[in-house]
């Protein structure tokens, strides 16, 4: 059955673009205004946006096309749900372009490294800030603009276009993290190794860290049928 839009809902001032009401709506999703599996009203989403379908529509489609939403024939344009495989599929994929990301910032001169560390340890301060608070939220985005931050300070526009793609999926999944995950100030800890080892250039030990970082993550998200959003 067809759902309304959330309540407290954004609304855009002006005319908005297809851009920026997918931009809104990725947001809203990961963000869980909307259920896995829901069904996205299109016609309720208009009005709220005070939009015609056609900038709307195209938006869904952009979003479809992203794997956020799932368009099914004769019926509509739903949330995905995220099952076992599903994120699987995403941390391997994650894992691969880290790890060329980690060669290719290895590969750079030093002032690119370092610069690419400051941004990394600003981002450090802001998590264990949310960690103390216990605002996952916030958490689940910091961890997303934490390893989105690795993955731009390579400078390499298609790696940086490949990891946007998974951005929000793996924003939904960290979202289930919390809980399935025992303790989340490991999480702290887990992106400062990352950190210390791209600060110390040791290859072999960054290239195991995001290994393991990935890997302890898919235990975490599939281990547990009871979480929120995950099939298994």
């Keep these: 059955m067809s759902m309304a839009a959330p309540e407290g809902m954004f609304v855009l001032e002006g005319r908005p673009t297809a851009q920026l009401i997918a931009d809104q709506l990725r947001e809203l999703i990961v963000q869980g205004a909307f259920s896995p599996g829901q069904q996205v009203n299109e016609s309720a989403l208009a009005s709220q946006l005070s939009t015609s379908r056609g900038p709307l529509r195209e938006a869904l489609q952009r979003l479809c096309q992203e794997g956020i939403l799932v368009s099914k024939r004769n019926r509509g344009v739903f949330v995905l749900e995220l099952s076992a495989d ?72 298609r790696l940086i276009r490949i990891y946007e793609t998974l951005a929000a999926e793996s924003r939904m999944c960290i979202l289930s993290l919390e809980v399935a995950y025992p303790r989340i100030d490991a999480l702290v800890q887990e992106h400062q190794m990352i950190l210390d080892l791209l600060e110390t250039r040791d290859r072999m030990g960054l290239q195991g860290a995001i290994k393991r970082h990935m890997q302890k993550a898919v235990e975490d998200l599939t281990s547990k049928p009871e979480v929120t959003g995950i099939s298994v």
């Design 86 to 157: 599903d994120v699987k599929e995403i941390y391997a994929v994650r894992e691969a372009v880290e790890l060329a990301a980690a060669t290719t910032l290895l590969d750079s001169d030093a002032e690119e490294v370092a610069d690419t560390c400051r941004e990394l340890k600003g981002i450090i301060r802001s998590m264990a800030k949310q960690v103390a608070a216990s605002d996952w939220q916030a958490i689940a985005r910091l961890d997303m603009q934490f390893h989105t931050s690795f993955v731009s300070g390579t400078g390499n526009t």
